[in-house]
């Protein structure tokens, strides 16, 4: 069996297991030497093709699950960033926008407008303050002190002293997710949640509209579909740098 030939069907030992599969039984079921499966098996985790568990066992790797998903996106990755946006506006009714960080500013990069007649529309390109907005909190949440402090004490109009904001920022790290009523914008909500890459904060994903609209109990209610927003638009966004 060739090398390629090798990997092949070690991949498909994997993807066909019902449940994790460990070295020896997809050695067992190729017909090749444990010692030579266990090392494919190795190199291929070491790609993120496999992903080993604690157990020593092994499932298939995110990059297979991203391969995936550019092929049925046509490999445009905001085709598919853009069909998360809409599902999350359809589940909680508002609108549902993507923002990174830029200098002091949070910049939306991809926006899907709420169906209400009354609503926040939150342009692509449209940047605002960090400082003093859920989608800041979240950006700047688990930043260096310094460089928290730093851009505080530059922002313009901030709604709060030094050490409330500061506060306002550790509060938003603990509990994964930040909410804004009436800030920058008076009569607007918005609750973000992080999207990561790499362990790190890339970006942030919120949901925005009328105060009205957007009391505790239904920001609450909307955080899952936040969350698993954020989780599905992670492997498209790029890690800085």
Not at 35 to 40: A, D, G, K
Not at 161 to 176: I, P, Q
Not at 188 to 201: E, I, Q
Request: charged share 25%; proline share 4%; net charge neutral.
């Amino acid at each position: 069996m060739r090398s390629m030939q090798r990997v092949v069907a070690i991949l498909e030992g994997v993807a066909t297991a019902r449940g994790p599969a460990t070295a020896a039984r997809v050695s067992t079921e190729i017909g090749l030497s444990l010692s030579t499966v266990s090392r494919i098996m190795r190199e291929l985790a070491e790609e993120q093709m496999l992903d080993r568990l604690d157990d020593g066992s092994y499932v298939l790797g995110s990059r297979v699950f991203r391969l995936v998903r550019d092929a049925r996106a046509g490999g445009d990755p905001m085709a598919t960033v853009h069909r998360v946006l809409a599902e999350l506006r359809d589940r909680t009714g508002e609108t549902a926008s993507l923002n990174v960080r830029r200098d002091d500013t949070r910049v939306c990069i991809a926006s899907v407008d709420s169906r209400h007649e009354l609503r926040r529309v939150v342009p692509v390109g449209d940047a605002m303050p960090l400082v003093g907005t859920a989608t800041g909190d979240v950006l700047m949440a688990e930043l260096a002190a310094a460089e928290q402090t730093a851009l505080i004490d530059r922002a313009r109009d901030a709604a709060g002293s030094r050490v409330d904001l500061l506060a306002r920022l550790r509060e938003t790290a603990e509990r994964g997710w930040a909410v804004q009523a009436d800030g920058l914008i008076s009569g607007v909500t918005g609750v973000a949640v992080p999207v990561r890459s790499g362990g790190a904060v890339v970006a942030a994903v919120t949901l925005s509209g009328p105060t009205t609209r957007m009391s505790p109990e239904i920001v609450e209610k909307c955080l899952p579909d936040l969350e698993d927003a954020a989780r599905r638009i992670a492997p498209w966004v790029r890690e800085p740098g």
